[in-house]
């Protein structure tokens, strides 16, 4: 049979920003620029991809991100007998300038035109770009049932696309409940989709150790939930290449001082007393040491190495109540002997901890509360992420400190009763003007803090409602009408379905929850 062809060649609409009536295309987040036309093309299940790149060493990750999109987009099976219409899509053109290593500030642009006569184009200045180009034709194409054959609508289409912030996380927390490997794989896989392309893994807290640390081993030993809820070093390494090999940064958080009670379990003479253990200590040099040797674990004592090879680490520094240090007759002394007040010492604390992440070739990130407390007597370097109040930012980049924007009680992903479309309408860079924006915001994320998620729920609390804030990050400032994106997210909430990722109705009251009643995924 042969599918007839739907429309005439047409001159193409120019959209720079979504309006009402204004033509859209099928992709998440919206790109940046784009045009379309009016012509259908057909897509062969057959379809290659030819590679031009110099740098082979990006290689073997572009042949990977072809397979996810034939594994993606290829669903159901074509009958041998159906012969395709002219416009038939069969090859993938992609040129890539070179490799760059994965780290804050890598070139994420890409440039995708799909011709009238079928053949498709894909240019990026690295890998990066060149993986989100290959996501975005993945949303392009769409299964006809009544002609059996893959189509693109709407060619021809050129996008001109990069994201509007470098730094676009999650928040995994596998601290107050352990996420398998597994189950990190599967959020690492659904960030893809959205072109996240932070996983801000909040790998240690009070309530759990879950790291095999090579030069403190008894941490994990004595600190994980139970000795099969543990990440080895070949797992994190597992992890981080997953994530790398996708395009996505991998932080690890080691949230001190407060927040560790998790160390006291194997090293109580770095925490104050067994009755009060936090925060870690600041009156002996076993707690620095300790420190030391983890990070050395994790950053590999340079620059740009290590498990974490990521150039930024969070090192937290949030929710420090004092009170035990003054409770403790020892640090109670050292605080008279040195003149000291707690919050001396809490600043004395982050201060120190920081100068061992310095000197191991990373910028360190830090909750809120120490800009609150101590502003501009920190190191420049630091970049300040803002979780409890929207006040943050502006005070931080007004300052000339770099920040990151992900406010509880709107960006907070374990609020099951903050809907995507409060989430949607949020702007990191009220307060702040053009030029502080585009240098010293960095971005925000969605936090999925493990209090009340495991593996039987995570990726449903994350789902949808991540993507309205992946969009907020990526397309451009103007494009936050809520009217409009709402049919194009139920949309997107179905691909992730279709795709194997168990995204929860998005117009549920509260998040997460199951269907209320029989009907399709578009919309619920």
Same mark, same amino acid.
């Given at each position: 049979?042969?599918?007839?062809?739907?429309?005439?060649?047409?001159?193409?609409?120019?959209?720079?920003?979504?309006?009402?009536?204004?033509?859209?295309?099928?992709?998440?987040?919206?790109?940046?620029?784009?045009?379309?036309?009016?012509?259908?093309?057909?897509?062969?299940?057959?379809?290659?991809?030819?590679?031009?790149?110099?740098?082979?060493?990006?290689?073997?990750?572009?042949?990977?991100?072809?397979?996810?999109?034939?594994?993606?987009?290829?669903?159901?099976?074509?009958?041998?007998?159906?012969?395709?219409?002219?416009? +038939?899509?069969? #090859?993938?053109?992609?040129?890539?300038?070179?490799? /760059?290593?994965? @780290?804050? $500030?890598?070139?994420?642009?890409? =440039? +995708?035109?799909? #011709?009238?006569?079928?053949?498709?184009?894909?240019? /990026?200045?690295? @890998?990066? $770009?060149?993986?989100?180009?290959? =996501?975005?034709?993945? #949303?392009?194409?769409?299964?006809?049932?009544?002609?059996?054959?893959?189509?693109?609508?709407?060619?021809?289409?050129?996008?001109?696309?990069?994201?509007?912030?470098?730094?676009?996380?999650?928040?995994?927390?596998?601290?107050?409940?352990?996420?398998?490997?597994?189950?990190?794989?599967?959020?690492?896989?659904?960030?893809?989709?959205?072109?996240?392309?932070?996983?801000?893994?909040?790998?240690?807290?009070?309530?759990?150790?879950?790291?095999?640390?090579?030069?403190?081993?008894?941490?994990?030993?004595?600190?994980?939930?139970?000795?099969?809820?543990?990440?080895?070093?070949?797992?994190?390494?597992?992890?981080?290449?997953?994530?790398?090999?996708?395009?996505?940064?991998?932080?690890?958080?080691?949230?001190?001082?407060?927040?560790?009670?998790?160390?006291?379990?194997?090293?109580?003479?770095?925490?104050?007393?067994?009755?009060?253990?936090?925060?870690?200590?600041?009156?002996?040099?076993?707690?620095?040491?300790?420190?030391?040797?983890?990070?050395?674990?994790?950053?590999?004592?340079?620059?740009?190495?290590?498990?974490?090879?990521?150039?930024?680490?969070?090192?937290?520094?949030?929710?420090?109540?004092?009170?035990?240090?003054?409770?403790?007759?020892?640090?109670?002394?050292?605080?008279?002997?040195?003149?000291?007040?707690?919050?001396?010492?809490?600043?004395?604390?982050?201060?120190?901890?920081?100068?061992?992440?310095?000197?191991?070739?990373?910028?360190?990130?830090?909750?809120?509360?120490?800009?609150?407390?101590?502003?501009?007597?920190?190191?420049?370097?630091?970049?300040?992420?803002?979780?409890?109040?929207?006040?943050?930012?502006?005070?931080?980049?007004?300052?000339?400190?770099?920040?990151?924007?992900?406010?509880?009680?709107?960006?907070?992903?374990?609020?099951?009763?903050?809907?995507?479309?409060?989430?949607?309408?949020?702007?990191?860079?009220?307060?702040?003007?053009?030029?502080?924006?585009?240098?010293?915001?960095?971005?925000?994320?969605?936090?999925?803090?493990?209090?009340?998620?495991?593996?039987?729920?995570?990726?449903?609390?994350?789902?949808?409602?991540?993507?309205?804030?992946?969009?907020?990050?990526?397309?451009?400032?103007?494009?936050?009408?809520?009217?409009?994106?709402?049919?194009?997210?139920?949309?997107?909430?179905?691909?992730?379905?279709?795709?194997?990722?168990?995204?929860?109705?998005?117009?549920?009251?509260?998040?997460?929850?199951?269907?209320?009643?029989?009907?399709?995924?578009?919309?619920?």
């Amino acid at each position: 049979m042969t599918p007839p062809l739907l429309s005439r060649f047409l001159p193409p609409i120019v959209c720079f920003a979504l309006a009402a009536g204004a033509p859209s295309l099928p992709i998440w987040p919206l790109p940046a620029k784009f045009s379309v036309g009016e012509t259908l093309l057909y897509v062969s299940p057959n379809t290659t991809f030819t590679l031009n790149c110099q740098d082979k060493s990006i290689e073997e990750d572009m042949q990977n991100s072809f397979a996810r999109f034939s594994e993606n987009v290829f669903t159901h099976r074509v009958p041998g007998d159906t012969v395709f219409a002219d416009g +038939l899509v069969f #090859q993938v053109f992609v040129k890539v300038e070179g490799g /760059a290593e994965l @780290q804050l $500030g890598i070139d994420e642009s890409y =440039e +995708l035109t799909i #011709q009238q006569n079928g053949e498709i184009y894909i240019a /990026a200045p690295t @890998q990066v $770009g060149a993986i989100h180009a290959v =996501e975005s034709l993945s #949303q392009l194409i769409l299964f006809n049932f009544t002609s059996k054959a893959y189509i693109i609508e709407n060619a021809p289409i050129t996008i001109h696309d990069a994201p509007r912030f470098p730094h676009r996380e999650i928040l995994i927390d596998t601290a107050r409940h352990f996420e398998p490997v597994r189950m990190l794989k599967r959020i690492l896989t659904s960030m893809t989709y959205s072109k996240l392309n932070v996983m801000h893994w909040h790998l240690v807290d009070s309530q759990s150790f879950p790291f095999d640390s090579p030069t403190y081993p008894e941490l994990s030993e004595m600190g994980a939930f139970s000795k099969h809820e543990r990440y080895s070093i070949e797992d994190v390494e597992d992890v981080v290449e997953y994530a790398r090999m996708r395009g996505i940064r991998v932080v690890v958080e080691i949230d001190t001082p407060g927040h560790a009670r998790s160390f006291c379990n194997s090293h109580p003479e770095i925490c104050p007393s067994v009755a009060c253990p936090e925060p870690l200590a600041p009156d002996t040099n076993a707690t620095f040491e300790v420190l030391e040797g983890l990070f050395k674990d994790i950053t590999g004592g340079k620059r740009g190495s290590g498990l974490f090879f990521d150039n930024m680490i969070h090192l937290g520094g949030d929710e420090v109540n004092t009170k035990c240090w003054l409770q403790s007759p020892r640090i109670s002394d050292w605080l008279k002997e040195n003149n000291m007040t707690g919050n001396d010492a809490y600043l004395y604390m982050v201060s120190r901890v920081q100068s061992i992440a310095h000197s191991f070739g990373r910028d360190v990130v830090g909750w809120e509360e120490i800009w609150d407390n101590f502003g501009t007597k920190l190191d420049k370097s630091t970049i300040i992420q803002q979780w409890k109040s929207t006040t943050a930012v502006p005070e931080a980049v007004n300052a000339g400190y770099r920040a990151i924007w992900s406010t509880d009680g709107l960006w907070y992903l374990d609020g099951l009763t903050v809907k995507w479309d409060k989430m949607y309408i949020q702007e990191p860079c009220d307060g702040v003007d053009d030029h502080a924006c585009g240098n010293l915001v960095i971005g925000g994320g969605g936090e999925m803090w493990g209090e009340t998620a495991d593996a039987s729920d995570v990726l449903q609390t994350i789902w949808p409602r991540m993507a309205a804030i992946a969009e907020r990050l990526w397309s451009p400032r103007e494009i936050n009408d809520t009217i409009l994106a709402k049919t194009r997210l139920l949309n997107f909430r179905c691909l992730l379905n279709h795709r194997g990722i168990p995204a929860a109705p998005l117009l549920n009251p509260k998040a997460r929850s199951a269907p209320a009643n029989p009907g399709s995924c578009y919309f619920q």
